[in-house]
């Protein structure tokens, strides 16, 4: 599974002094080649510096996790849309007790730790002990050093380079913490506007002009003028899409917010009042998660953007879940998010990683002091995100975890939609990748975004009406304020879904690119579009517009969860993990197909959109009346 788990190092050195006689096999678990952008190294770390050394073990049947989605996403399979209980998710991916013996038996043997400072999580997938610096580097054949951030000066422990487990026991083993693994806080995909762009890290030297968006003054609510603002009504015709829910008592649709993006809730009624007045007074349902709130001093612009068109396209009967996510002060990630929802995820599969993830109670002043959430919060058909990473950002442990609990959240019929980022090939800051996988500017490989590399999510490109040209002509991939996020991963690969469709783009389009310049073997994205430039937002009283791929994953995750509703009415169960649907011959042709434009980037054009599926708008925007009846005949 790891890269990296099985290059046999053999240095003498990690050899451990006990057992001379007999030298244990030592390989690195998992390497970081770089640190994240702007972490530099201060000093060793104090040996006798106290670490909760947690053990992630290896779940059982994660291999077979893509076998058993097909089963019930494939749309010729004859289990489709038989998803799993909450349940039987759990028991499938349970770890060994072998991989629990293996571990504690390596602490306790070569690391000299006691058996009564070993815990084991109640779901049985955590080891854990505290243990002080020298203890861990002894251990993980590693050494732990003190990084600083050059912008705020925070300090973080972190090991160098890589960590070492023996070969036995490697294989029970995911993902140990706290190692490699830095605090790069979520980013937005969002254009928005105020002062909250130039304060996004990343967003420095990115693109010619900020994309910010003007204050309207003249509201159109006619068709005409879709070529400058795009409106609910802009939208529906884009889309065909109208329909009415008549199953929104058993129907859902959430969207994730990560505070302080937040938004003012009068807001919607300013908006309503002027697109949808039937509207007027409606509000999402808020499911706070590690102390997440409504703002009112927060940040506006993403959240406002993605719950105005959501409530504004599911329409009035269907009600809206907002995740609000993390405190004012450390914030969170998609990691917090997944174990609100999924109590089995805060220890079964990975936990979370303390320099990564929000870590509650939140003991700084200001800070969530409850408990960080573990299951028990509801979980929605459809949950729409526009924040993301870029891959570099992050180690492939992490991600992998996380997108396996994509997958198996998928297995019970959820479908995860997230924006495919907006800044082409390259970084938000407009770096790119250099052949050892470092971010710096001016570097020639393609830096992918994450989670869009991740099979499990439905990733979102954006789209944009043609200035001059009518919404009833086709769209161009997005080619004004920013580029659509596009490409291959280098940590997942393709999967069975997309093979056809991807290899059809390779050979009949080539990209100019030299070998290595993207990953020509990886996850392609994105899956589909929708359009992502000059939404009508309201953001305190006033209209603004906003661009980003950020506006095209609600308004596709709202046209999926209308299709939800329908198949929900007869009977039927939600589309669930939706790719291998959406890819098949009976639905693909029923979007509209993206044929101009591009997604530019480090120092190129990026990759061309061209007729069937391209890595700038996957598939094409959705055509919800050919859709809606394609998806009401699987059964
Ligand atoms: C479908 O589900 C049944 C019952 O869970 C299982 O036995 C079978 O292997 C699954 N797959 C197929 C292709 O029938
Ligand atoms: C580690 O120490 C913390 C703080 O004292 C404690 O809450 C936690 O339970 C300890 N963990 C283990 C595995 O002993
Ligand atoms: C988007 O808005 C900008 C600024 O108002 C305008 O220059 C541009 O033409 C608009 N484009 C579209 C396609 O709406
Ligand atoms: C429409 O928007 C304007 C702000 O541009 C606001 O003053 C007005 O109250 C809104 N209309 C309605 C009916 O809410
Ligand atoms: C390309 O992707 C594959 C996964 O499909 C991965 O194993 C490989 O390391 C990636 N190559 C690079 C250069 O990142
Ligand atoms: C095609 O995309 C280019 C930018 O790449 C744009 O200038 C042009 O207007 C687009 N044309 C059509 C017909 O979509």
Redesign the pocket.
């Known amino acids: 599974m790891l890269l990296t788990r099985f290059l046999v190092l053999g240095l003498a050195s990690f050899a451990v002094a006990t057992r001379v006689s007999e030298p244990v096999k030592r390989v690195a678990h998992e390497i970081r080649r770089s640190l994240p952008h702007g972490w530099s190294l201060v000093r060793r770390a104090e040996p006798d510096v106290i670490l909760p050394l947690s053990v992630g073990l290896v779940q059982s049947n994660l291999e077979n996790l893509e076998t058993y989605l097909l ?1 019930v996403a494939h749309p010729e ?3 489709y849309s ?1 998803h799993w209980t909450p349940a039987q998710v759990a028991d499938a991916f349970r770890p060994s007790t072998e991989s629990v013996d293996a571990v504690r038996e390596w602490l306790i043997e070569d690391g000299s730790i006691d058996a009564s400072r070993i815990v084991l999580s109640k779901s049985g997938s955590w080891v854990t002990a505290n243990v002080t610096v020298s203890e861990a580097e002894r251990l993980l054949g590693t050494e732990y050093f003190v990084y600083a951030h050059s912008e705020d000066g925070r300090e973080h422990i972190a090991c160098h380079g890589a960590y070492h487990v023996p070969e036995t026991v490697s294989r029970h083993v995911d993902i140990i913490t706290p190692t490699l693994h830095f605090d790069v806080k979520v980013r937005r995909h969002g254009s928005t506007d105020r002062a909250t762009a130039a304060k996004q890290v990343g967003s420095v030297g990115f693109g010619a002009a900020p994309k910010i968006g003007d204050v309207i003054h003249t509201i159109f609510t006619d068709l005409e003028h879709c070529d400058e603002t795009i409106t609910l009504a802009c939208l529906r015709v884009l889309y065909d899409f109208v329909y009415q829910p008549v199953a929104a008592d058993k129907n859902s649709i959430g969207v994730v917010e990560y505070t302080p993006q937040s938004h003012n809730p009068s807001d919607f009624d300013v908006f309503f009042g002027n697109y949808s007045k039937n509207q007027v007074g409606e509000r999402p349902t808020l499911v706070s998660i590690d102390g997440g709130f409504i703002d009112p001093e927060g940040d506006f612009g993403e959240s406002s953007l993605d719950l105005q068109y959501v409530l504004g396209l599911v329409g009035t009967k269907q009600n809206v879940l907002l995740y609000q996510t993390g405190d004012n002060v450390e914030g969170a990630s998609f990691n917090n998010l997944l174990d609100g929802i999924d109590g089995s995820y805060c220890t079964f599969e990975g936990g979370d990683d303390p320099s990564q993830d929000g870590i509650y109670p939140d003991t700084d002043p200001g800070g969530y002091a409850g408990p960080e959430d573990c299951g028990g919060k509801p979980t929605a058909y459809v949950i729409s995100t526009s924040y993301g990473y870029q891959e570099a950002d992050l180690t492939p442990a992490y991600m992998q975890r996380q997108c396996a609990e994509y997958g198996k959240l998928s297995l019970t019929g959820i479908t995860f939609v997230y924006s495919s980022g907006d800044s082409g090939v390259a970084g938000p800051d407009g770096s790119c990748l250099t052949e050892d996988g470092q971010q710096e500017l001016g570097a020639p490989r393609f830096s992918p975004t994450f989670p869009g590399g991740c099979p499990y999510v439905t990733s979102v490109g954006a789209t944009q009406v043609v200035p001059g040209h009518k919404v009833t002509d086709r769209e161009s991939a997005v080619f004004q304020r920013f580029p659509s996020g596009g490409g291959f991963s280098n940590v997942f690969p393709r999967s069975s879904f997309q093979k056809a469709a991807v290899a059809g783009y390779l050979e009949k389009y080539p990209p100019p690119y030299a070998a290595g310049i993207f990953n020509s073997t990886g996850r392609a994205f994105p899956d589909v579009a929708a359009n992502g430039l000059n939404y009508s937002v309201v953001l305190n009283g006033q209209f603004r517009l906003i661009s980003g791929t950020s506006a095209s994953a609600p308004t596709f995750a709202s046209i999926l969860s209308a299709i939800n509703d329908a198949r929900l009415a007869v009977g039927k169960k939600p589309v669930g993990w939706v790719n291998p649907a959406l890819y098949s011959p009976t639905i693909s042709w029923a979007f509209n197909d993206i044929i101009n434009g591009s997604n530019p980037g480090c120092g190129t054009n990026g990759f061309a959109a061209r007729p069937g599926w391209d890595p700038v708008s996957g598939l094409g925007t959705p055509n919800f009346l050919k859709l809606l009846p394609q998806f009401l005949l699987l059964p």
């Open positions: 089963d399979s004859p289990n038989k």
